[in-house]
């Protein structure tokens, strides 16, 4: 594996993704958040940009490549348990099952998937729609935007570490990304949030999560509304891909229109 490199210069590479719409995949080519490995960087056959869980591999498959293990690299970018892998053509996604579905060591489970992308339109929003569910919370709960504090206790706990994560610390944060939770003042517990799970030229790519002992109340929708509105203000775009049928149903309701579905995988390691 010592022949695969982190790639400095995106441009050897560039022409190898083509003219894949990815959002993940721009802000690794942007140069703003994320990294791109390939094998050979004279003449470049294969490559894979790598952001946060998602890796995009695009080129000649390579099964080296595929089984490259990230947490063995120079990655500067979290590497937990489970990895998503973004085939660009169905090439690469037979190889992906070919090489995981069999016994390789430190894979415990291959899950094939269809991911859900969605249109990009500042205008599909209606903004007093997403105001009047930005206002639904009710009494006792607060949005607050992602300060230092903020930030800090969503590191804190599992389910809501993939708000910020991705980013190298808070003033890393603060210059590119934007983000809202939603805090239970009672008990003082944050209970939802949106935020930039990676940032790019002129927007955001969005997470949400909620905890899940307390899904089912409308928070996701909420705290949706509440940082599509903070980035039509900023003038940058909020785009959403979808992970499943229910983050686009979430999306649509926020004003979202699907573009397409795709098929991804779900990579799990012991």
């Known amino acids: 594996m010592s022949n695969i490199v982190k790639v400095k210069d995106v441009e050897k590479v560039k022409g190898l993704f083509g003219d894949w719409e990815n959002n993940f995949l721009l802000s690794c080519l942007q140069g703003v958040m994320g990294e791109v490995y390939s094998l ?3 003449n470049p056959q294969s490559a894979v940009a790598v952001i946060g869980d998602f890796r995009m591999f695009v080129g000649e498959p ?3 490549l595929l089984k490259f293990d990230y947490k063995d690299s120079e990655c500067d ?3 937990g348990e489970m990895d998503i892998i973004i085939p660009q053509n169905d090439k690469w996604a037979e190889l992906v099952r070919d090489t995981f579905n069999s016994d390789l060591e430190g894979v415990s489970e291959l899950k094939e998937i269809k991911r859900y992308s969605t249109f990009e339109d500042m205008s599909q929003f209606d903004v007093d729609k997403l105001n009047e569910i930005k206002s639904s919370a009710k009494e006792g709960f607060e949005i607050l935007d992602i300060d230092e504090e903020i930030y800090n206790r969503c590191l804190e706990n599992e389910w809501s570490k993939d708000l910020v994560g991705n980013y190298n610390d808070y003033e890393d944060y603060s210059k590119k ?3 809202v939770v939603l805090l239970d003042t009672k008990n003082n517990e944050i209970v939802s949030g949106a935020s930039s799970y990676c940032t790019f030229e002129g927007g955001i790519e969005i997470e949400i999560d909620t905890n899940e002992q307390h899904r089912r109340n409308g928070y996701a929708l909420i705290c949706g509304a509440s940082i599509i509105l903070k980035c039509l203000e900023k003038g940058i775009y909020p785009s959403w891909d979808a992970h499943n049928k229910g983050s686009i149903e979430l999306a649509k309701k926020l ?3 699907m573009k ?3 098929t991804a995988f779900e990579l ?3």
């Open 177 to 179: 990304g934007v983000g």
């Open 77 to 79: 970018y979290k590497c």
């Open 40 to 42: 050979d960087l004279d």
């Open 260 to 262: 397409g579905e795709y």
């Open 268 to 270: 799990y390691r012991k």
């Open 255 to 257: 004003g979202y229109k």
């Open 62 to 64: 390579n099964d080296s």
